[in-house]
């Protein structure tokens, strides 16, 4: 499979920008994908981007595409104790399917 | 919008039970998937399948078999559950790969 990389954990104090950082392999990848996954739960698509997009807003969330460097990035502004999960990384490589990373357990301090 | 439900969303099963977990989506995907969720290790693909009584290997498709008889439901049999079996099973669907995928609850897994 692809690796998809990701740090295991990131911290941030309640109000604080959360940025959760993901590089990917497959230089072909048309769609990247951001997940969220709540305890206990599946994960929801949160936001996606088109490969010739460098940036995406959408309310408090961004993403920034460095196709170059092959690095995705995540930001979350005014990061509140709900945002507290698991987030995902996602590429859809070749072959019709997802190679998904693996994950970054952000923690929201009050 | 779509819903994809997972049968059960905790078991306990023997080693060398046969175990079956299910699948079902409601919007008439073409796509069904089975991943299993480790820590550390992220989502890996088990199995995949386009159509009915189609199916095809992911990364991991070792020691289980998948099922897919009508096109709403998507079954993952472990036909002799092992220790290292334990784990989170999540189901997804969809419609068109860069659509993104549809997740079930996820169904925890543990065998002793």
């Known amino acids: 499979g692809e690796d998809v990389e990701q740090s295991l954990f990131l911290s941030v104090r309640e109000g604080d920008s959360s940025v959760i950082n993901c590089t990917y392999t497959?230089?072909?990848?048309?769609?990247l994908y951001w997940y969220k996954q709540e305890p206990g739960a599946g994960l929801q698509l949160l936001t996606y981007?088109?490969?010739?997009?460098d940036m995406k807003q959408d309310q408090r969330l961004t993403v920034l595409l460095n196709k170059k460097d092959k690095h995705l990035s995540l930001r979350i502004a005014d990061t509140q104790t709900g945002d507290s999960a698991i987030y995902f990384c996602?590429?859809?490589?070749?072959?019709?399917?997802?190679?998904f990373g693996t994950g970054t357990s952000l923690t929201v301090i009050p | 919008d779509v819903k994809v439900t997972q049968s059960s969303r905790y078991l306990v099963k023997r080693t060398g039970e046969k175990v079956f977990l299910e699948c079902v989506q409601d919007?008439?995907?073409?796509?069904m998937f089975w991943y299993r969720q480790d820590p550390g290790l992220g989502l890996r693909l088990i199995y995949f399948s386009y159509d009915v009584k189609m199916k095809e290997k992911g990364d991991i498709p070792e020691g289980y078999s998948v099922s897919r008889e009508k096109k709403e439901r998507f079954s993952l049999i472990l036909e002799s559950a092992s220790t290292n079996q334990t784990s989170m099973y999540l189901c997804?669907?969809?419609?068109?790969?860069?659509?993104?995928?549809?997740f079930g609850s996820g169904t925890r897994l543990t065998v002793v």
């Open positions: 996602a590429e859809d490589a070749t072959g019709n399917q997802f190679y």
């Open positions: 981007i088109f490969s010739n997009m």
């Open positions: 919007m008439d995907h073409e796509n």
């Open positions: 497959d230089s072909s990848s048309t769609y």
């Open positions: 997804a669907s969809s419609e068109e790969f860069h659509y993104g995928y549809t």
